[in-house]
Nanobody, 128 residues
């Protein structure tokens, strides 16, 4: 399994920004998909921003497009999630996640929680 450690969560006012970091035990572009999910109280865990193997494509949930930016730093094995123009609906626990495979990637979805085998401990983001 991939080890993932998140940091950078906190409380911010609506309209503000936060940057989350996820340090991985492997290259952040070395798995079919790696990225960020979030889970709000009473809601299902959802994909927020994900990069595919080699960094050829980055996927975003419609709700965060234009506001969030996923930046992989291959040299540091770190995924950054820059979150701007935050609103109350962005409040959630944010998780870094990685899929276990690096081949046959066409079989795996960037959105599907079940396709991810490694998860970080989560970091809380609260927007008021």
């Amino acid at each position: 399994d991939v080890q993932l450690v998140e940091s950078g969560g906190g409380s911010v006012q609506a309209g503000g920004s936060l940057r989350l970091s996820c340090v991985a035990s492997v290259g952040v572009l070395s798995r079919c998909h790696m990225g960020w999910f979030r889970e709000a109280p009473g809601k299902e865990r959802e994909a927020v921003a994900v990069v595919n193997i080699g960094g050829r494509m980055t996927f975003y949930a419609d709700s965060v497009k234009g506001r969030f930016t996923l930046s992989p730093d291959h040299a540091k094995n770190t995924l950054y999630l820059q979150m701007d123009s935050l609103n109350s609906e962005d409040s959630a626990v944010y998780y870094c996640a990685a899929q276990g495979r690096a081949t046959g990637c066409g079989r795996y979805s960037w959105r599907r929680v079940a396709d991810y085998s490694s998860w970080g401990q989560g970091t809380q983001v609260t927007v008021s």
